[in-house]
């Protein structure tokens, strides 16, 4: 099984991972290359980059560009009820299942699903869950993948994710009994819970904390609130502490910069990029 990686304590900017999107409509290979170029060692990747040029093209862009896959995104939406759409779900989380461990990236992504407005039951929904990454588990398992369940501010609950909590998530990840199933801790979806001390410590004790995506919360809300997602230290999001949190749990992996923002997404790559590491060894690597 894939565990998470501790890069070499002489890089300029130690564990700084840029996620695809915090420079989302910039073409993949300008990605790559203003990556490499501000002295990063590794990006997390999405499943559309993987659609459009193929994962063992991708990986060998990756390769040549010297940076390592942190993480894959995104698996999960396996809240559906009828059986036909949850067999194809779960086939489709194999085919992503596959894809990280092509990749060479120790983990993916679980964004777990919503509800319909016909099916309110949320429940329901979670219990499903539940079910489908016990289902999975065997096969991550087998393909020394982890898959980390992301709660999401509760804002989202309807359309992308009914685990709000990192303690929701831990319940399913314990609950599969399979080392590896665990969790993601992003900033802007649960820097709000008043017990997120306690969960970090717990995910770390079960040995379950399989990733940490910082990014700040903005205001005001954006039309779409997921692109509210801004850089370190333009919004409300104590990182020192988080990240203290983070330490104490004993997480030594890559630490993935994500930004949802349409300002950033018309920022130049490379100068968006040199934002972030500036950030970053600011606010967050001194707390590491």
Not at 41 to 50: H, P, S
Not at 79 to 108: F, Q, W, Y
Not at 207 to 222: H, K, T
Request: a negative charge; one cysteine or more; proline letters at 5%.
């Amino acid at each position: 099984m894939n565990t998470p990686h501790t890069p070499h304590a002489s890089l300029a900017a130690p564990r700084l991972s840029i996620n695809r999107w915090t420079c989302r409509s910039t073409p993949i290979q300008e990605f790559l290359e203003a990556t490499a170029a501000r002295d990063l060692e590794a990006v997390g990747l999405w499943r559309q980059d993987v659609e459009e040029i193929g994962v063992d093209a991708l990986k060998r862009r990756a390769d040549d560009a010297g940076l390592r896959v942190s993480s894959l995104c995104r698996g999960g939406f396996l809240t559906a009820a009828d059986e036909s759409a949850r067999a194809a779900s779960l086939d489709e989380n194999r085919r992503a299942i596959d894809e990280t461990a092509a990749l060479g990236a120790p983990t993916l992504v679980m964004v777990v699903g919503g509800i319909t407005q016909e099916d309110k039951d949320i429940g329901g929904a979670r219990a499903r869950v539940a079910e489908n990454i016990a289902t999975l588990a065997p096969y991550a398992e087998s393909a020394g993948v982890t898959l980390s369940l992301e709660p999401m501010h509760p804002m989202f609950t309807a359309d992308r994710a009914v685990i709000a909590t990192l303690d929701q998530a831990l319940d399913i990840a314990e609950g599969t009994g399979s080392d590896a199933v665990g969790v993601i801790v992003d900033t802007y979806h649960v820097w709000w819970d008043p017990t997120l001390e306690q969960a970090i410590s717990r995910a770390g004790r079960s040995g379950r904390l399989f990733s940490y995506q910082v990014c700040d919360w903005s205001l005001p809300l954006a039309a779409e609130p997921l692109f509210s997602r801004g850089y370190m230290g333009d919004g409300y999001i104590d990182f020192p502490a988080i990240t203290r949190m983070v330490k104490d749990a004993g997480y030594t992996g890559d630490i993935e910069v994500e930004i949802f923002n349409e300002d950033v997404w018309a920022t130049p790559a490379h100068e968006a990029i040199g934002i972030v590491r500036q950030r970053y060894e600011e606010l967050v690597l001194p707390y590491a």
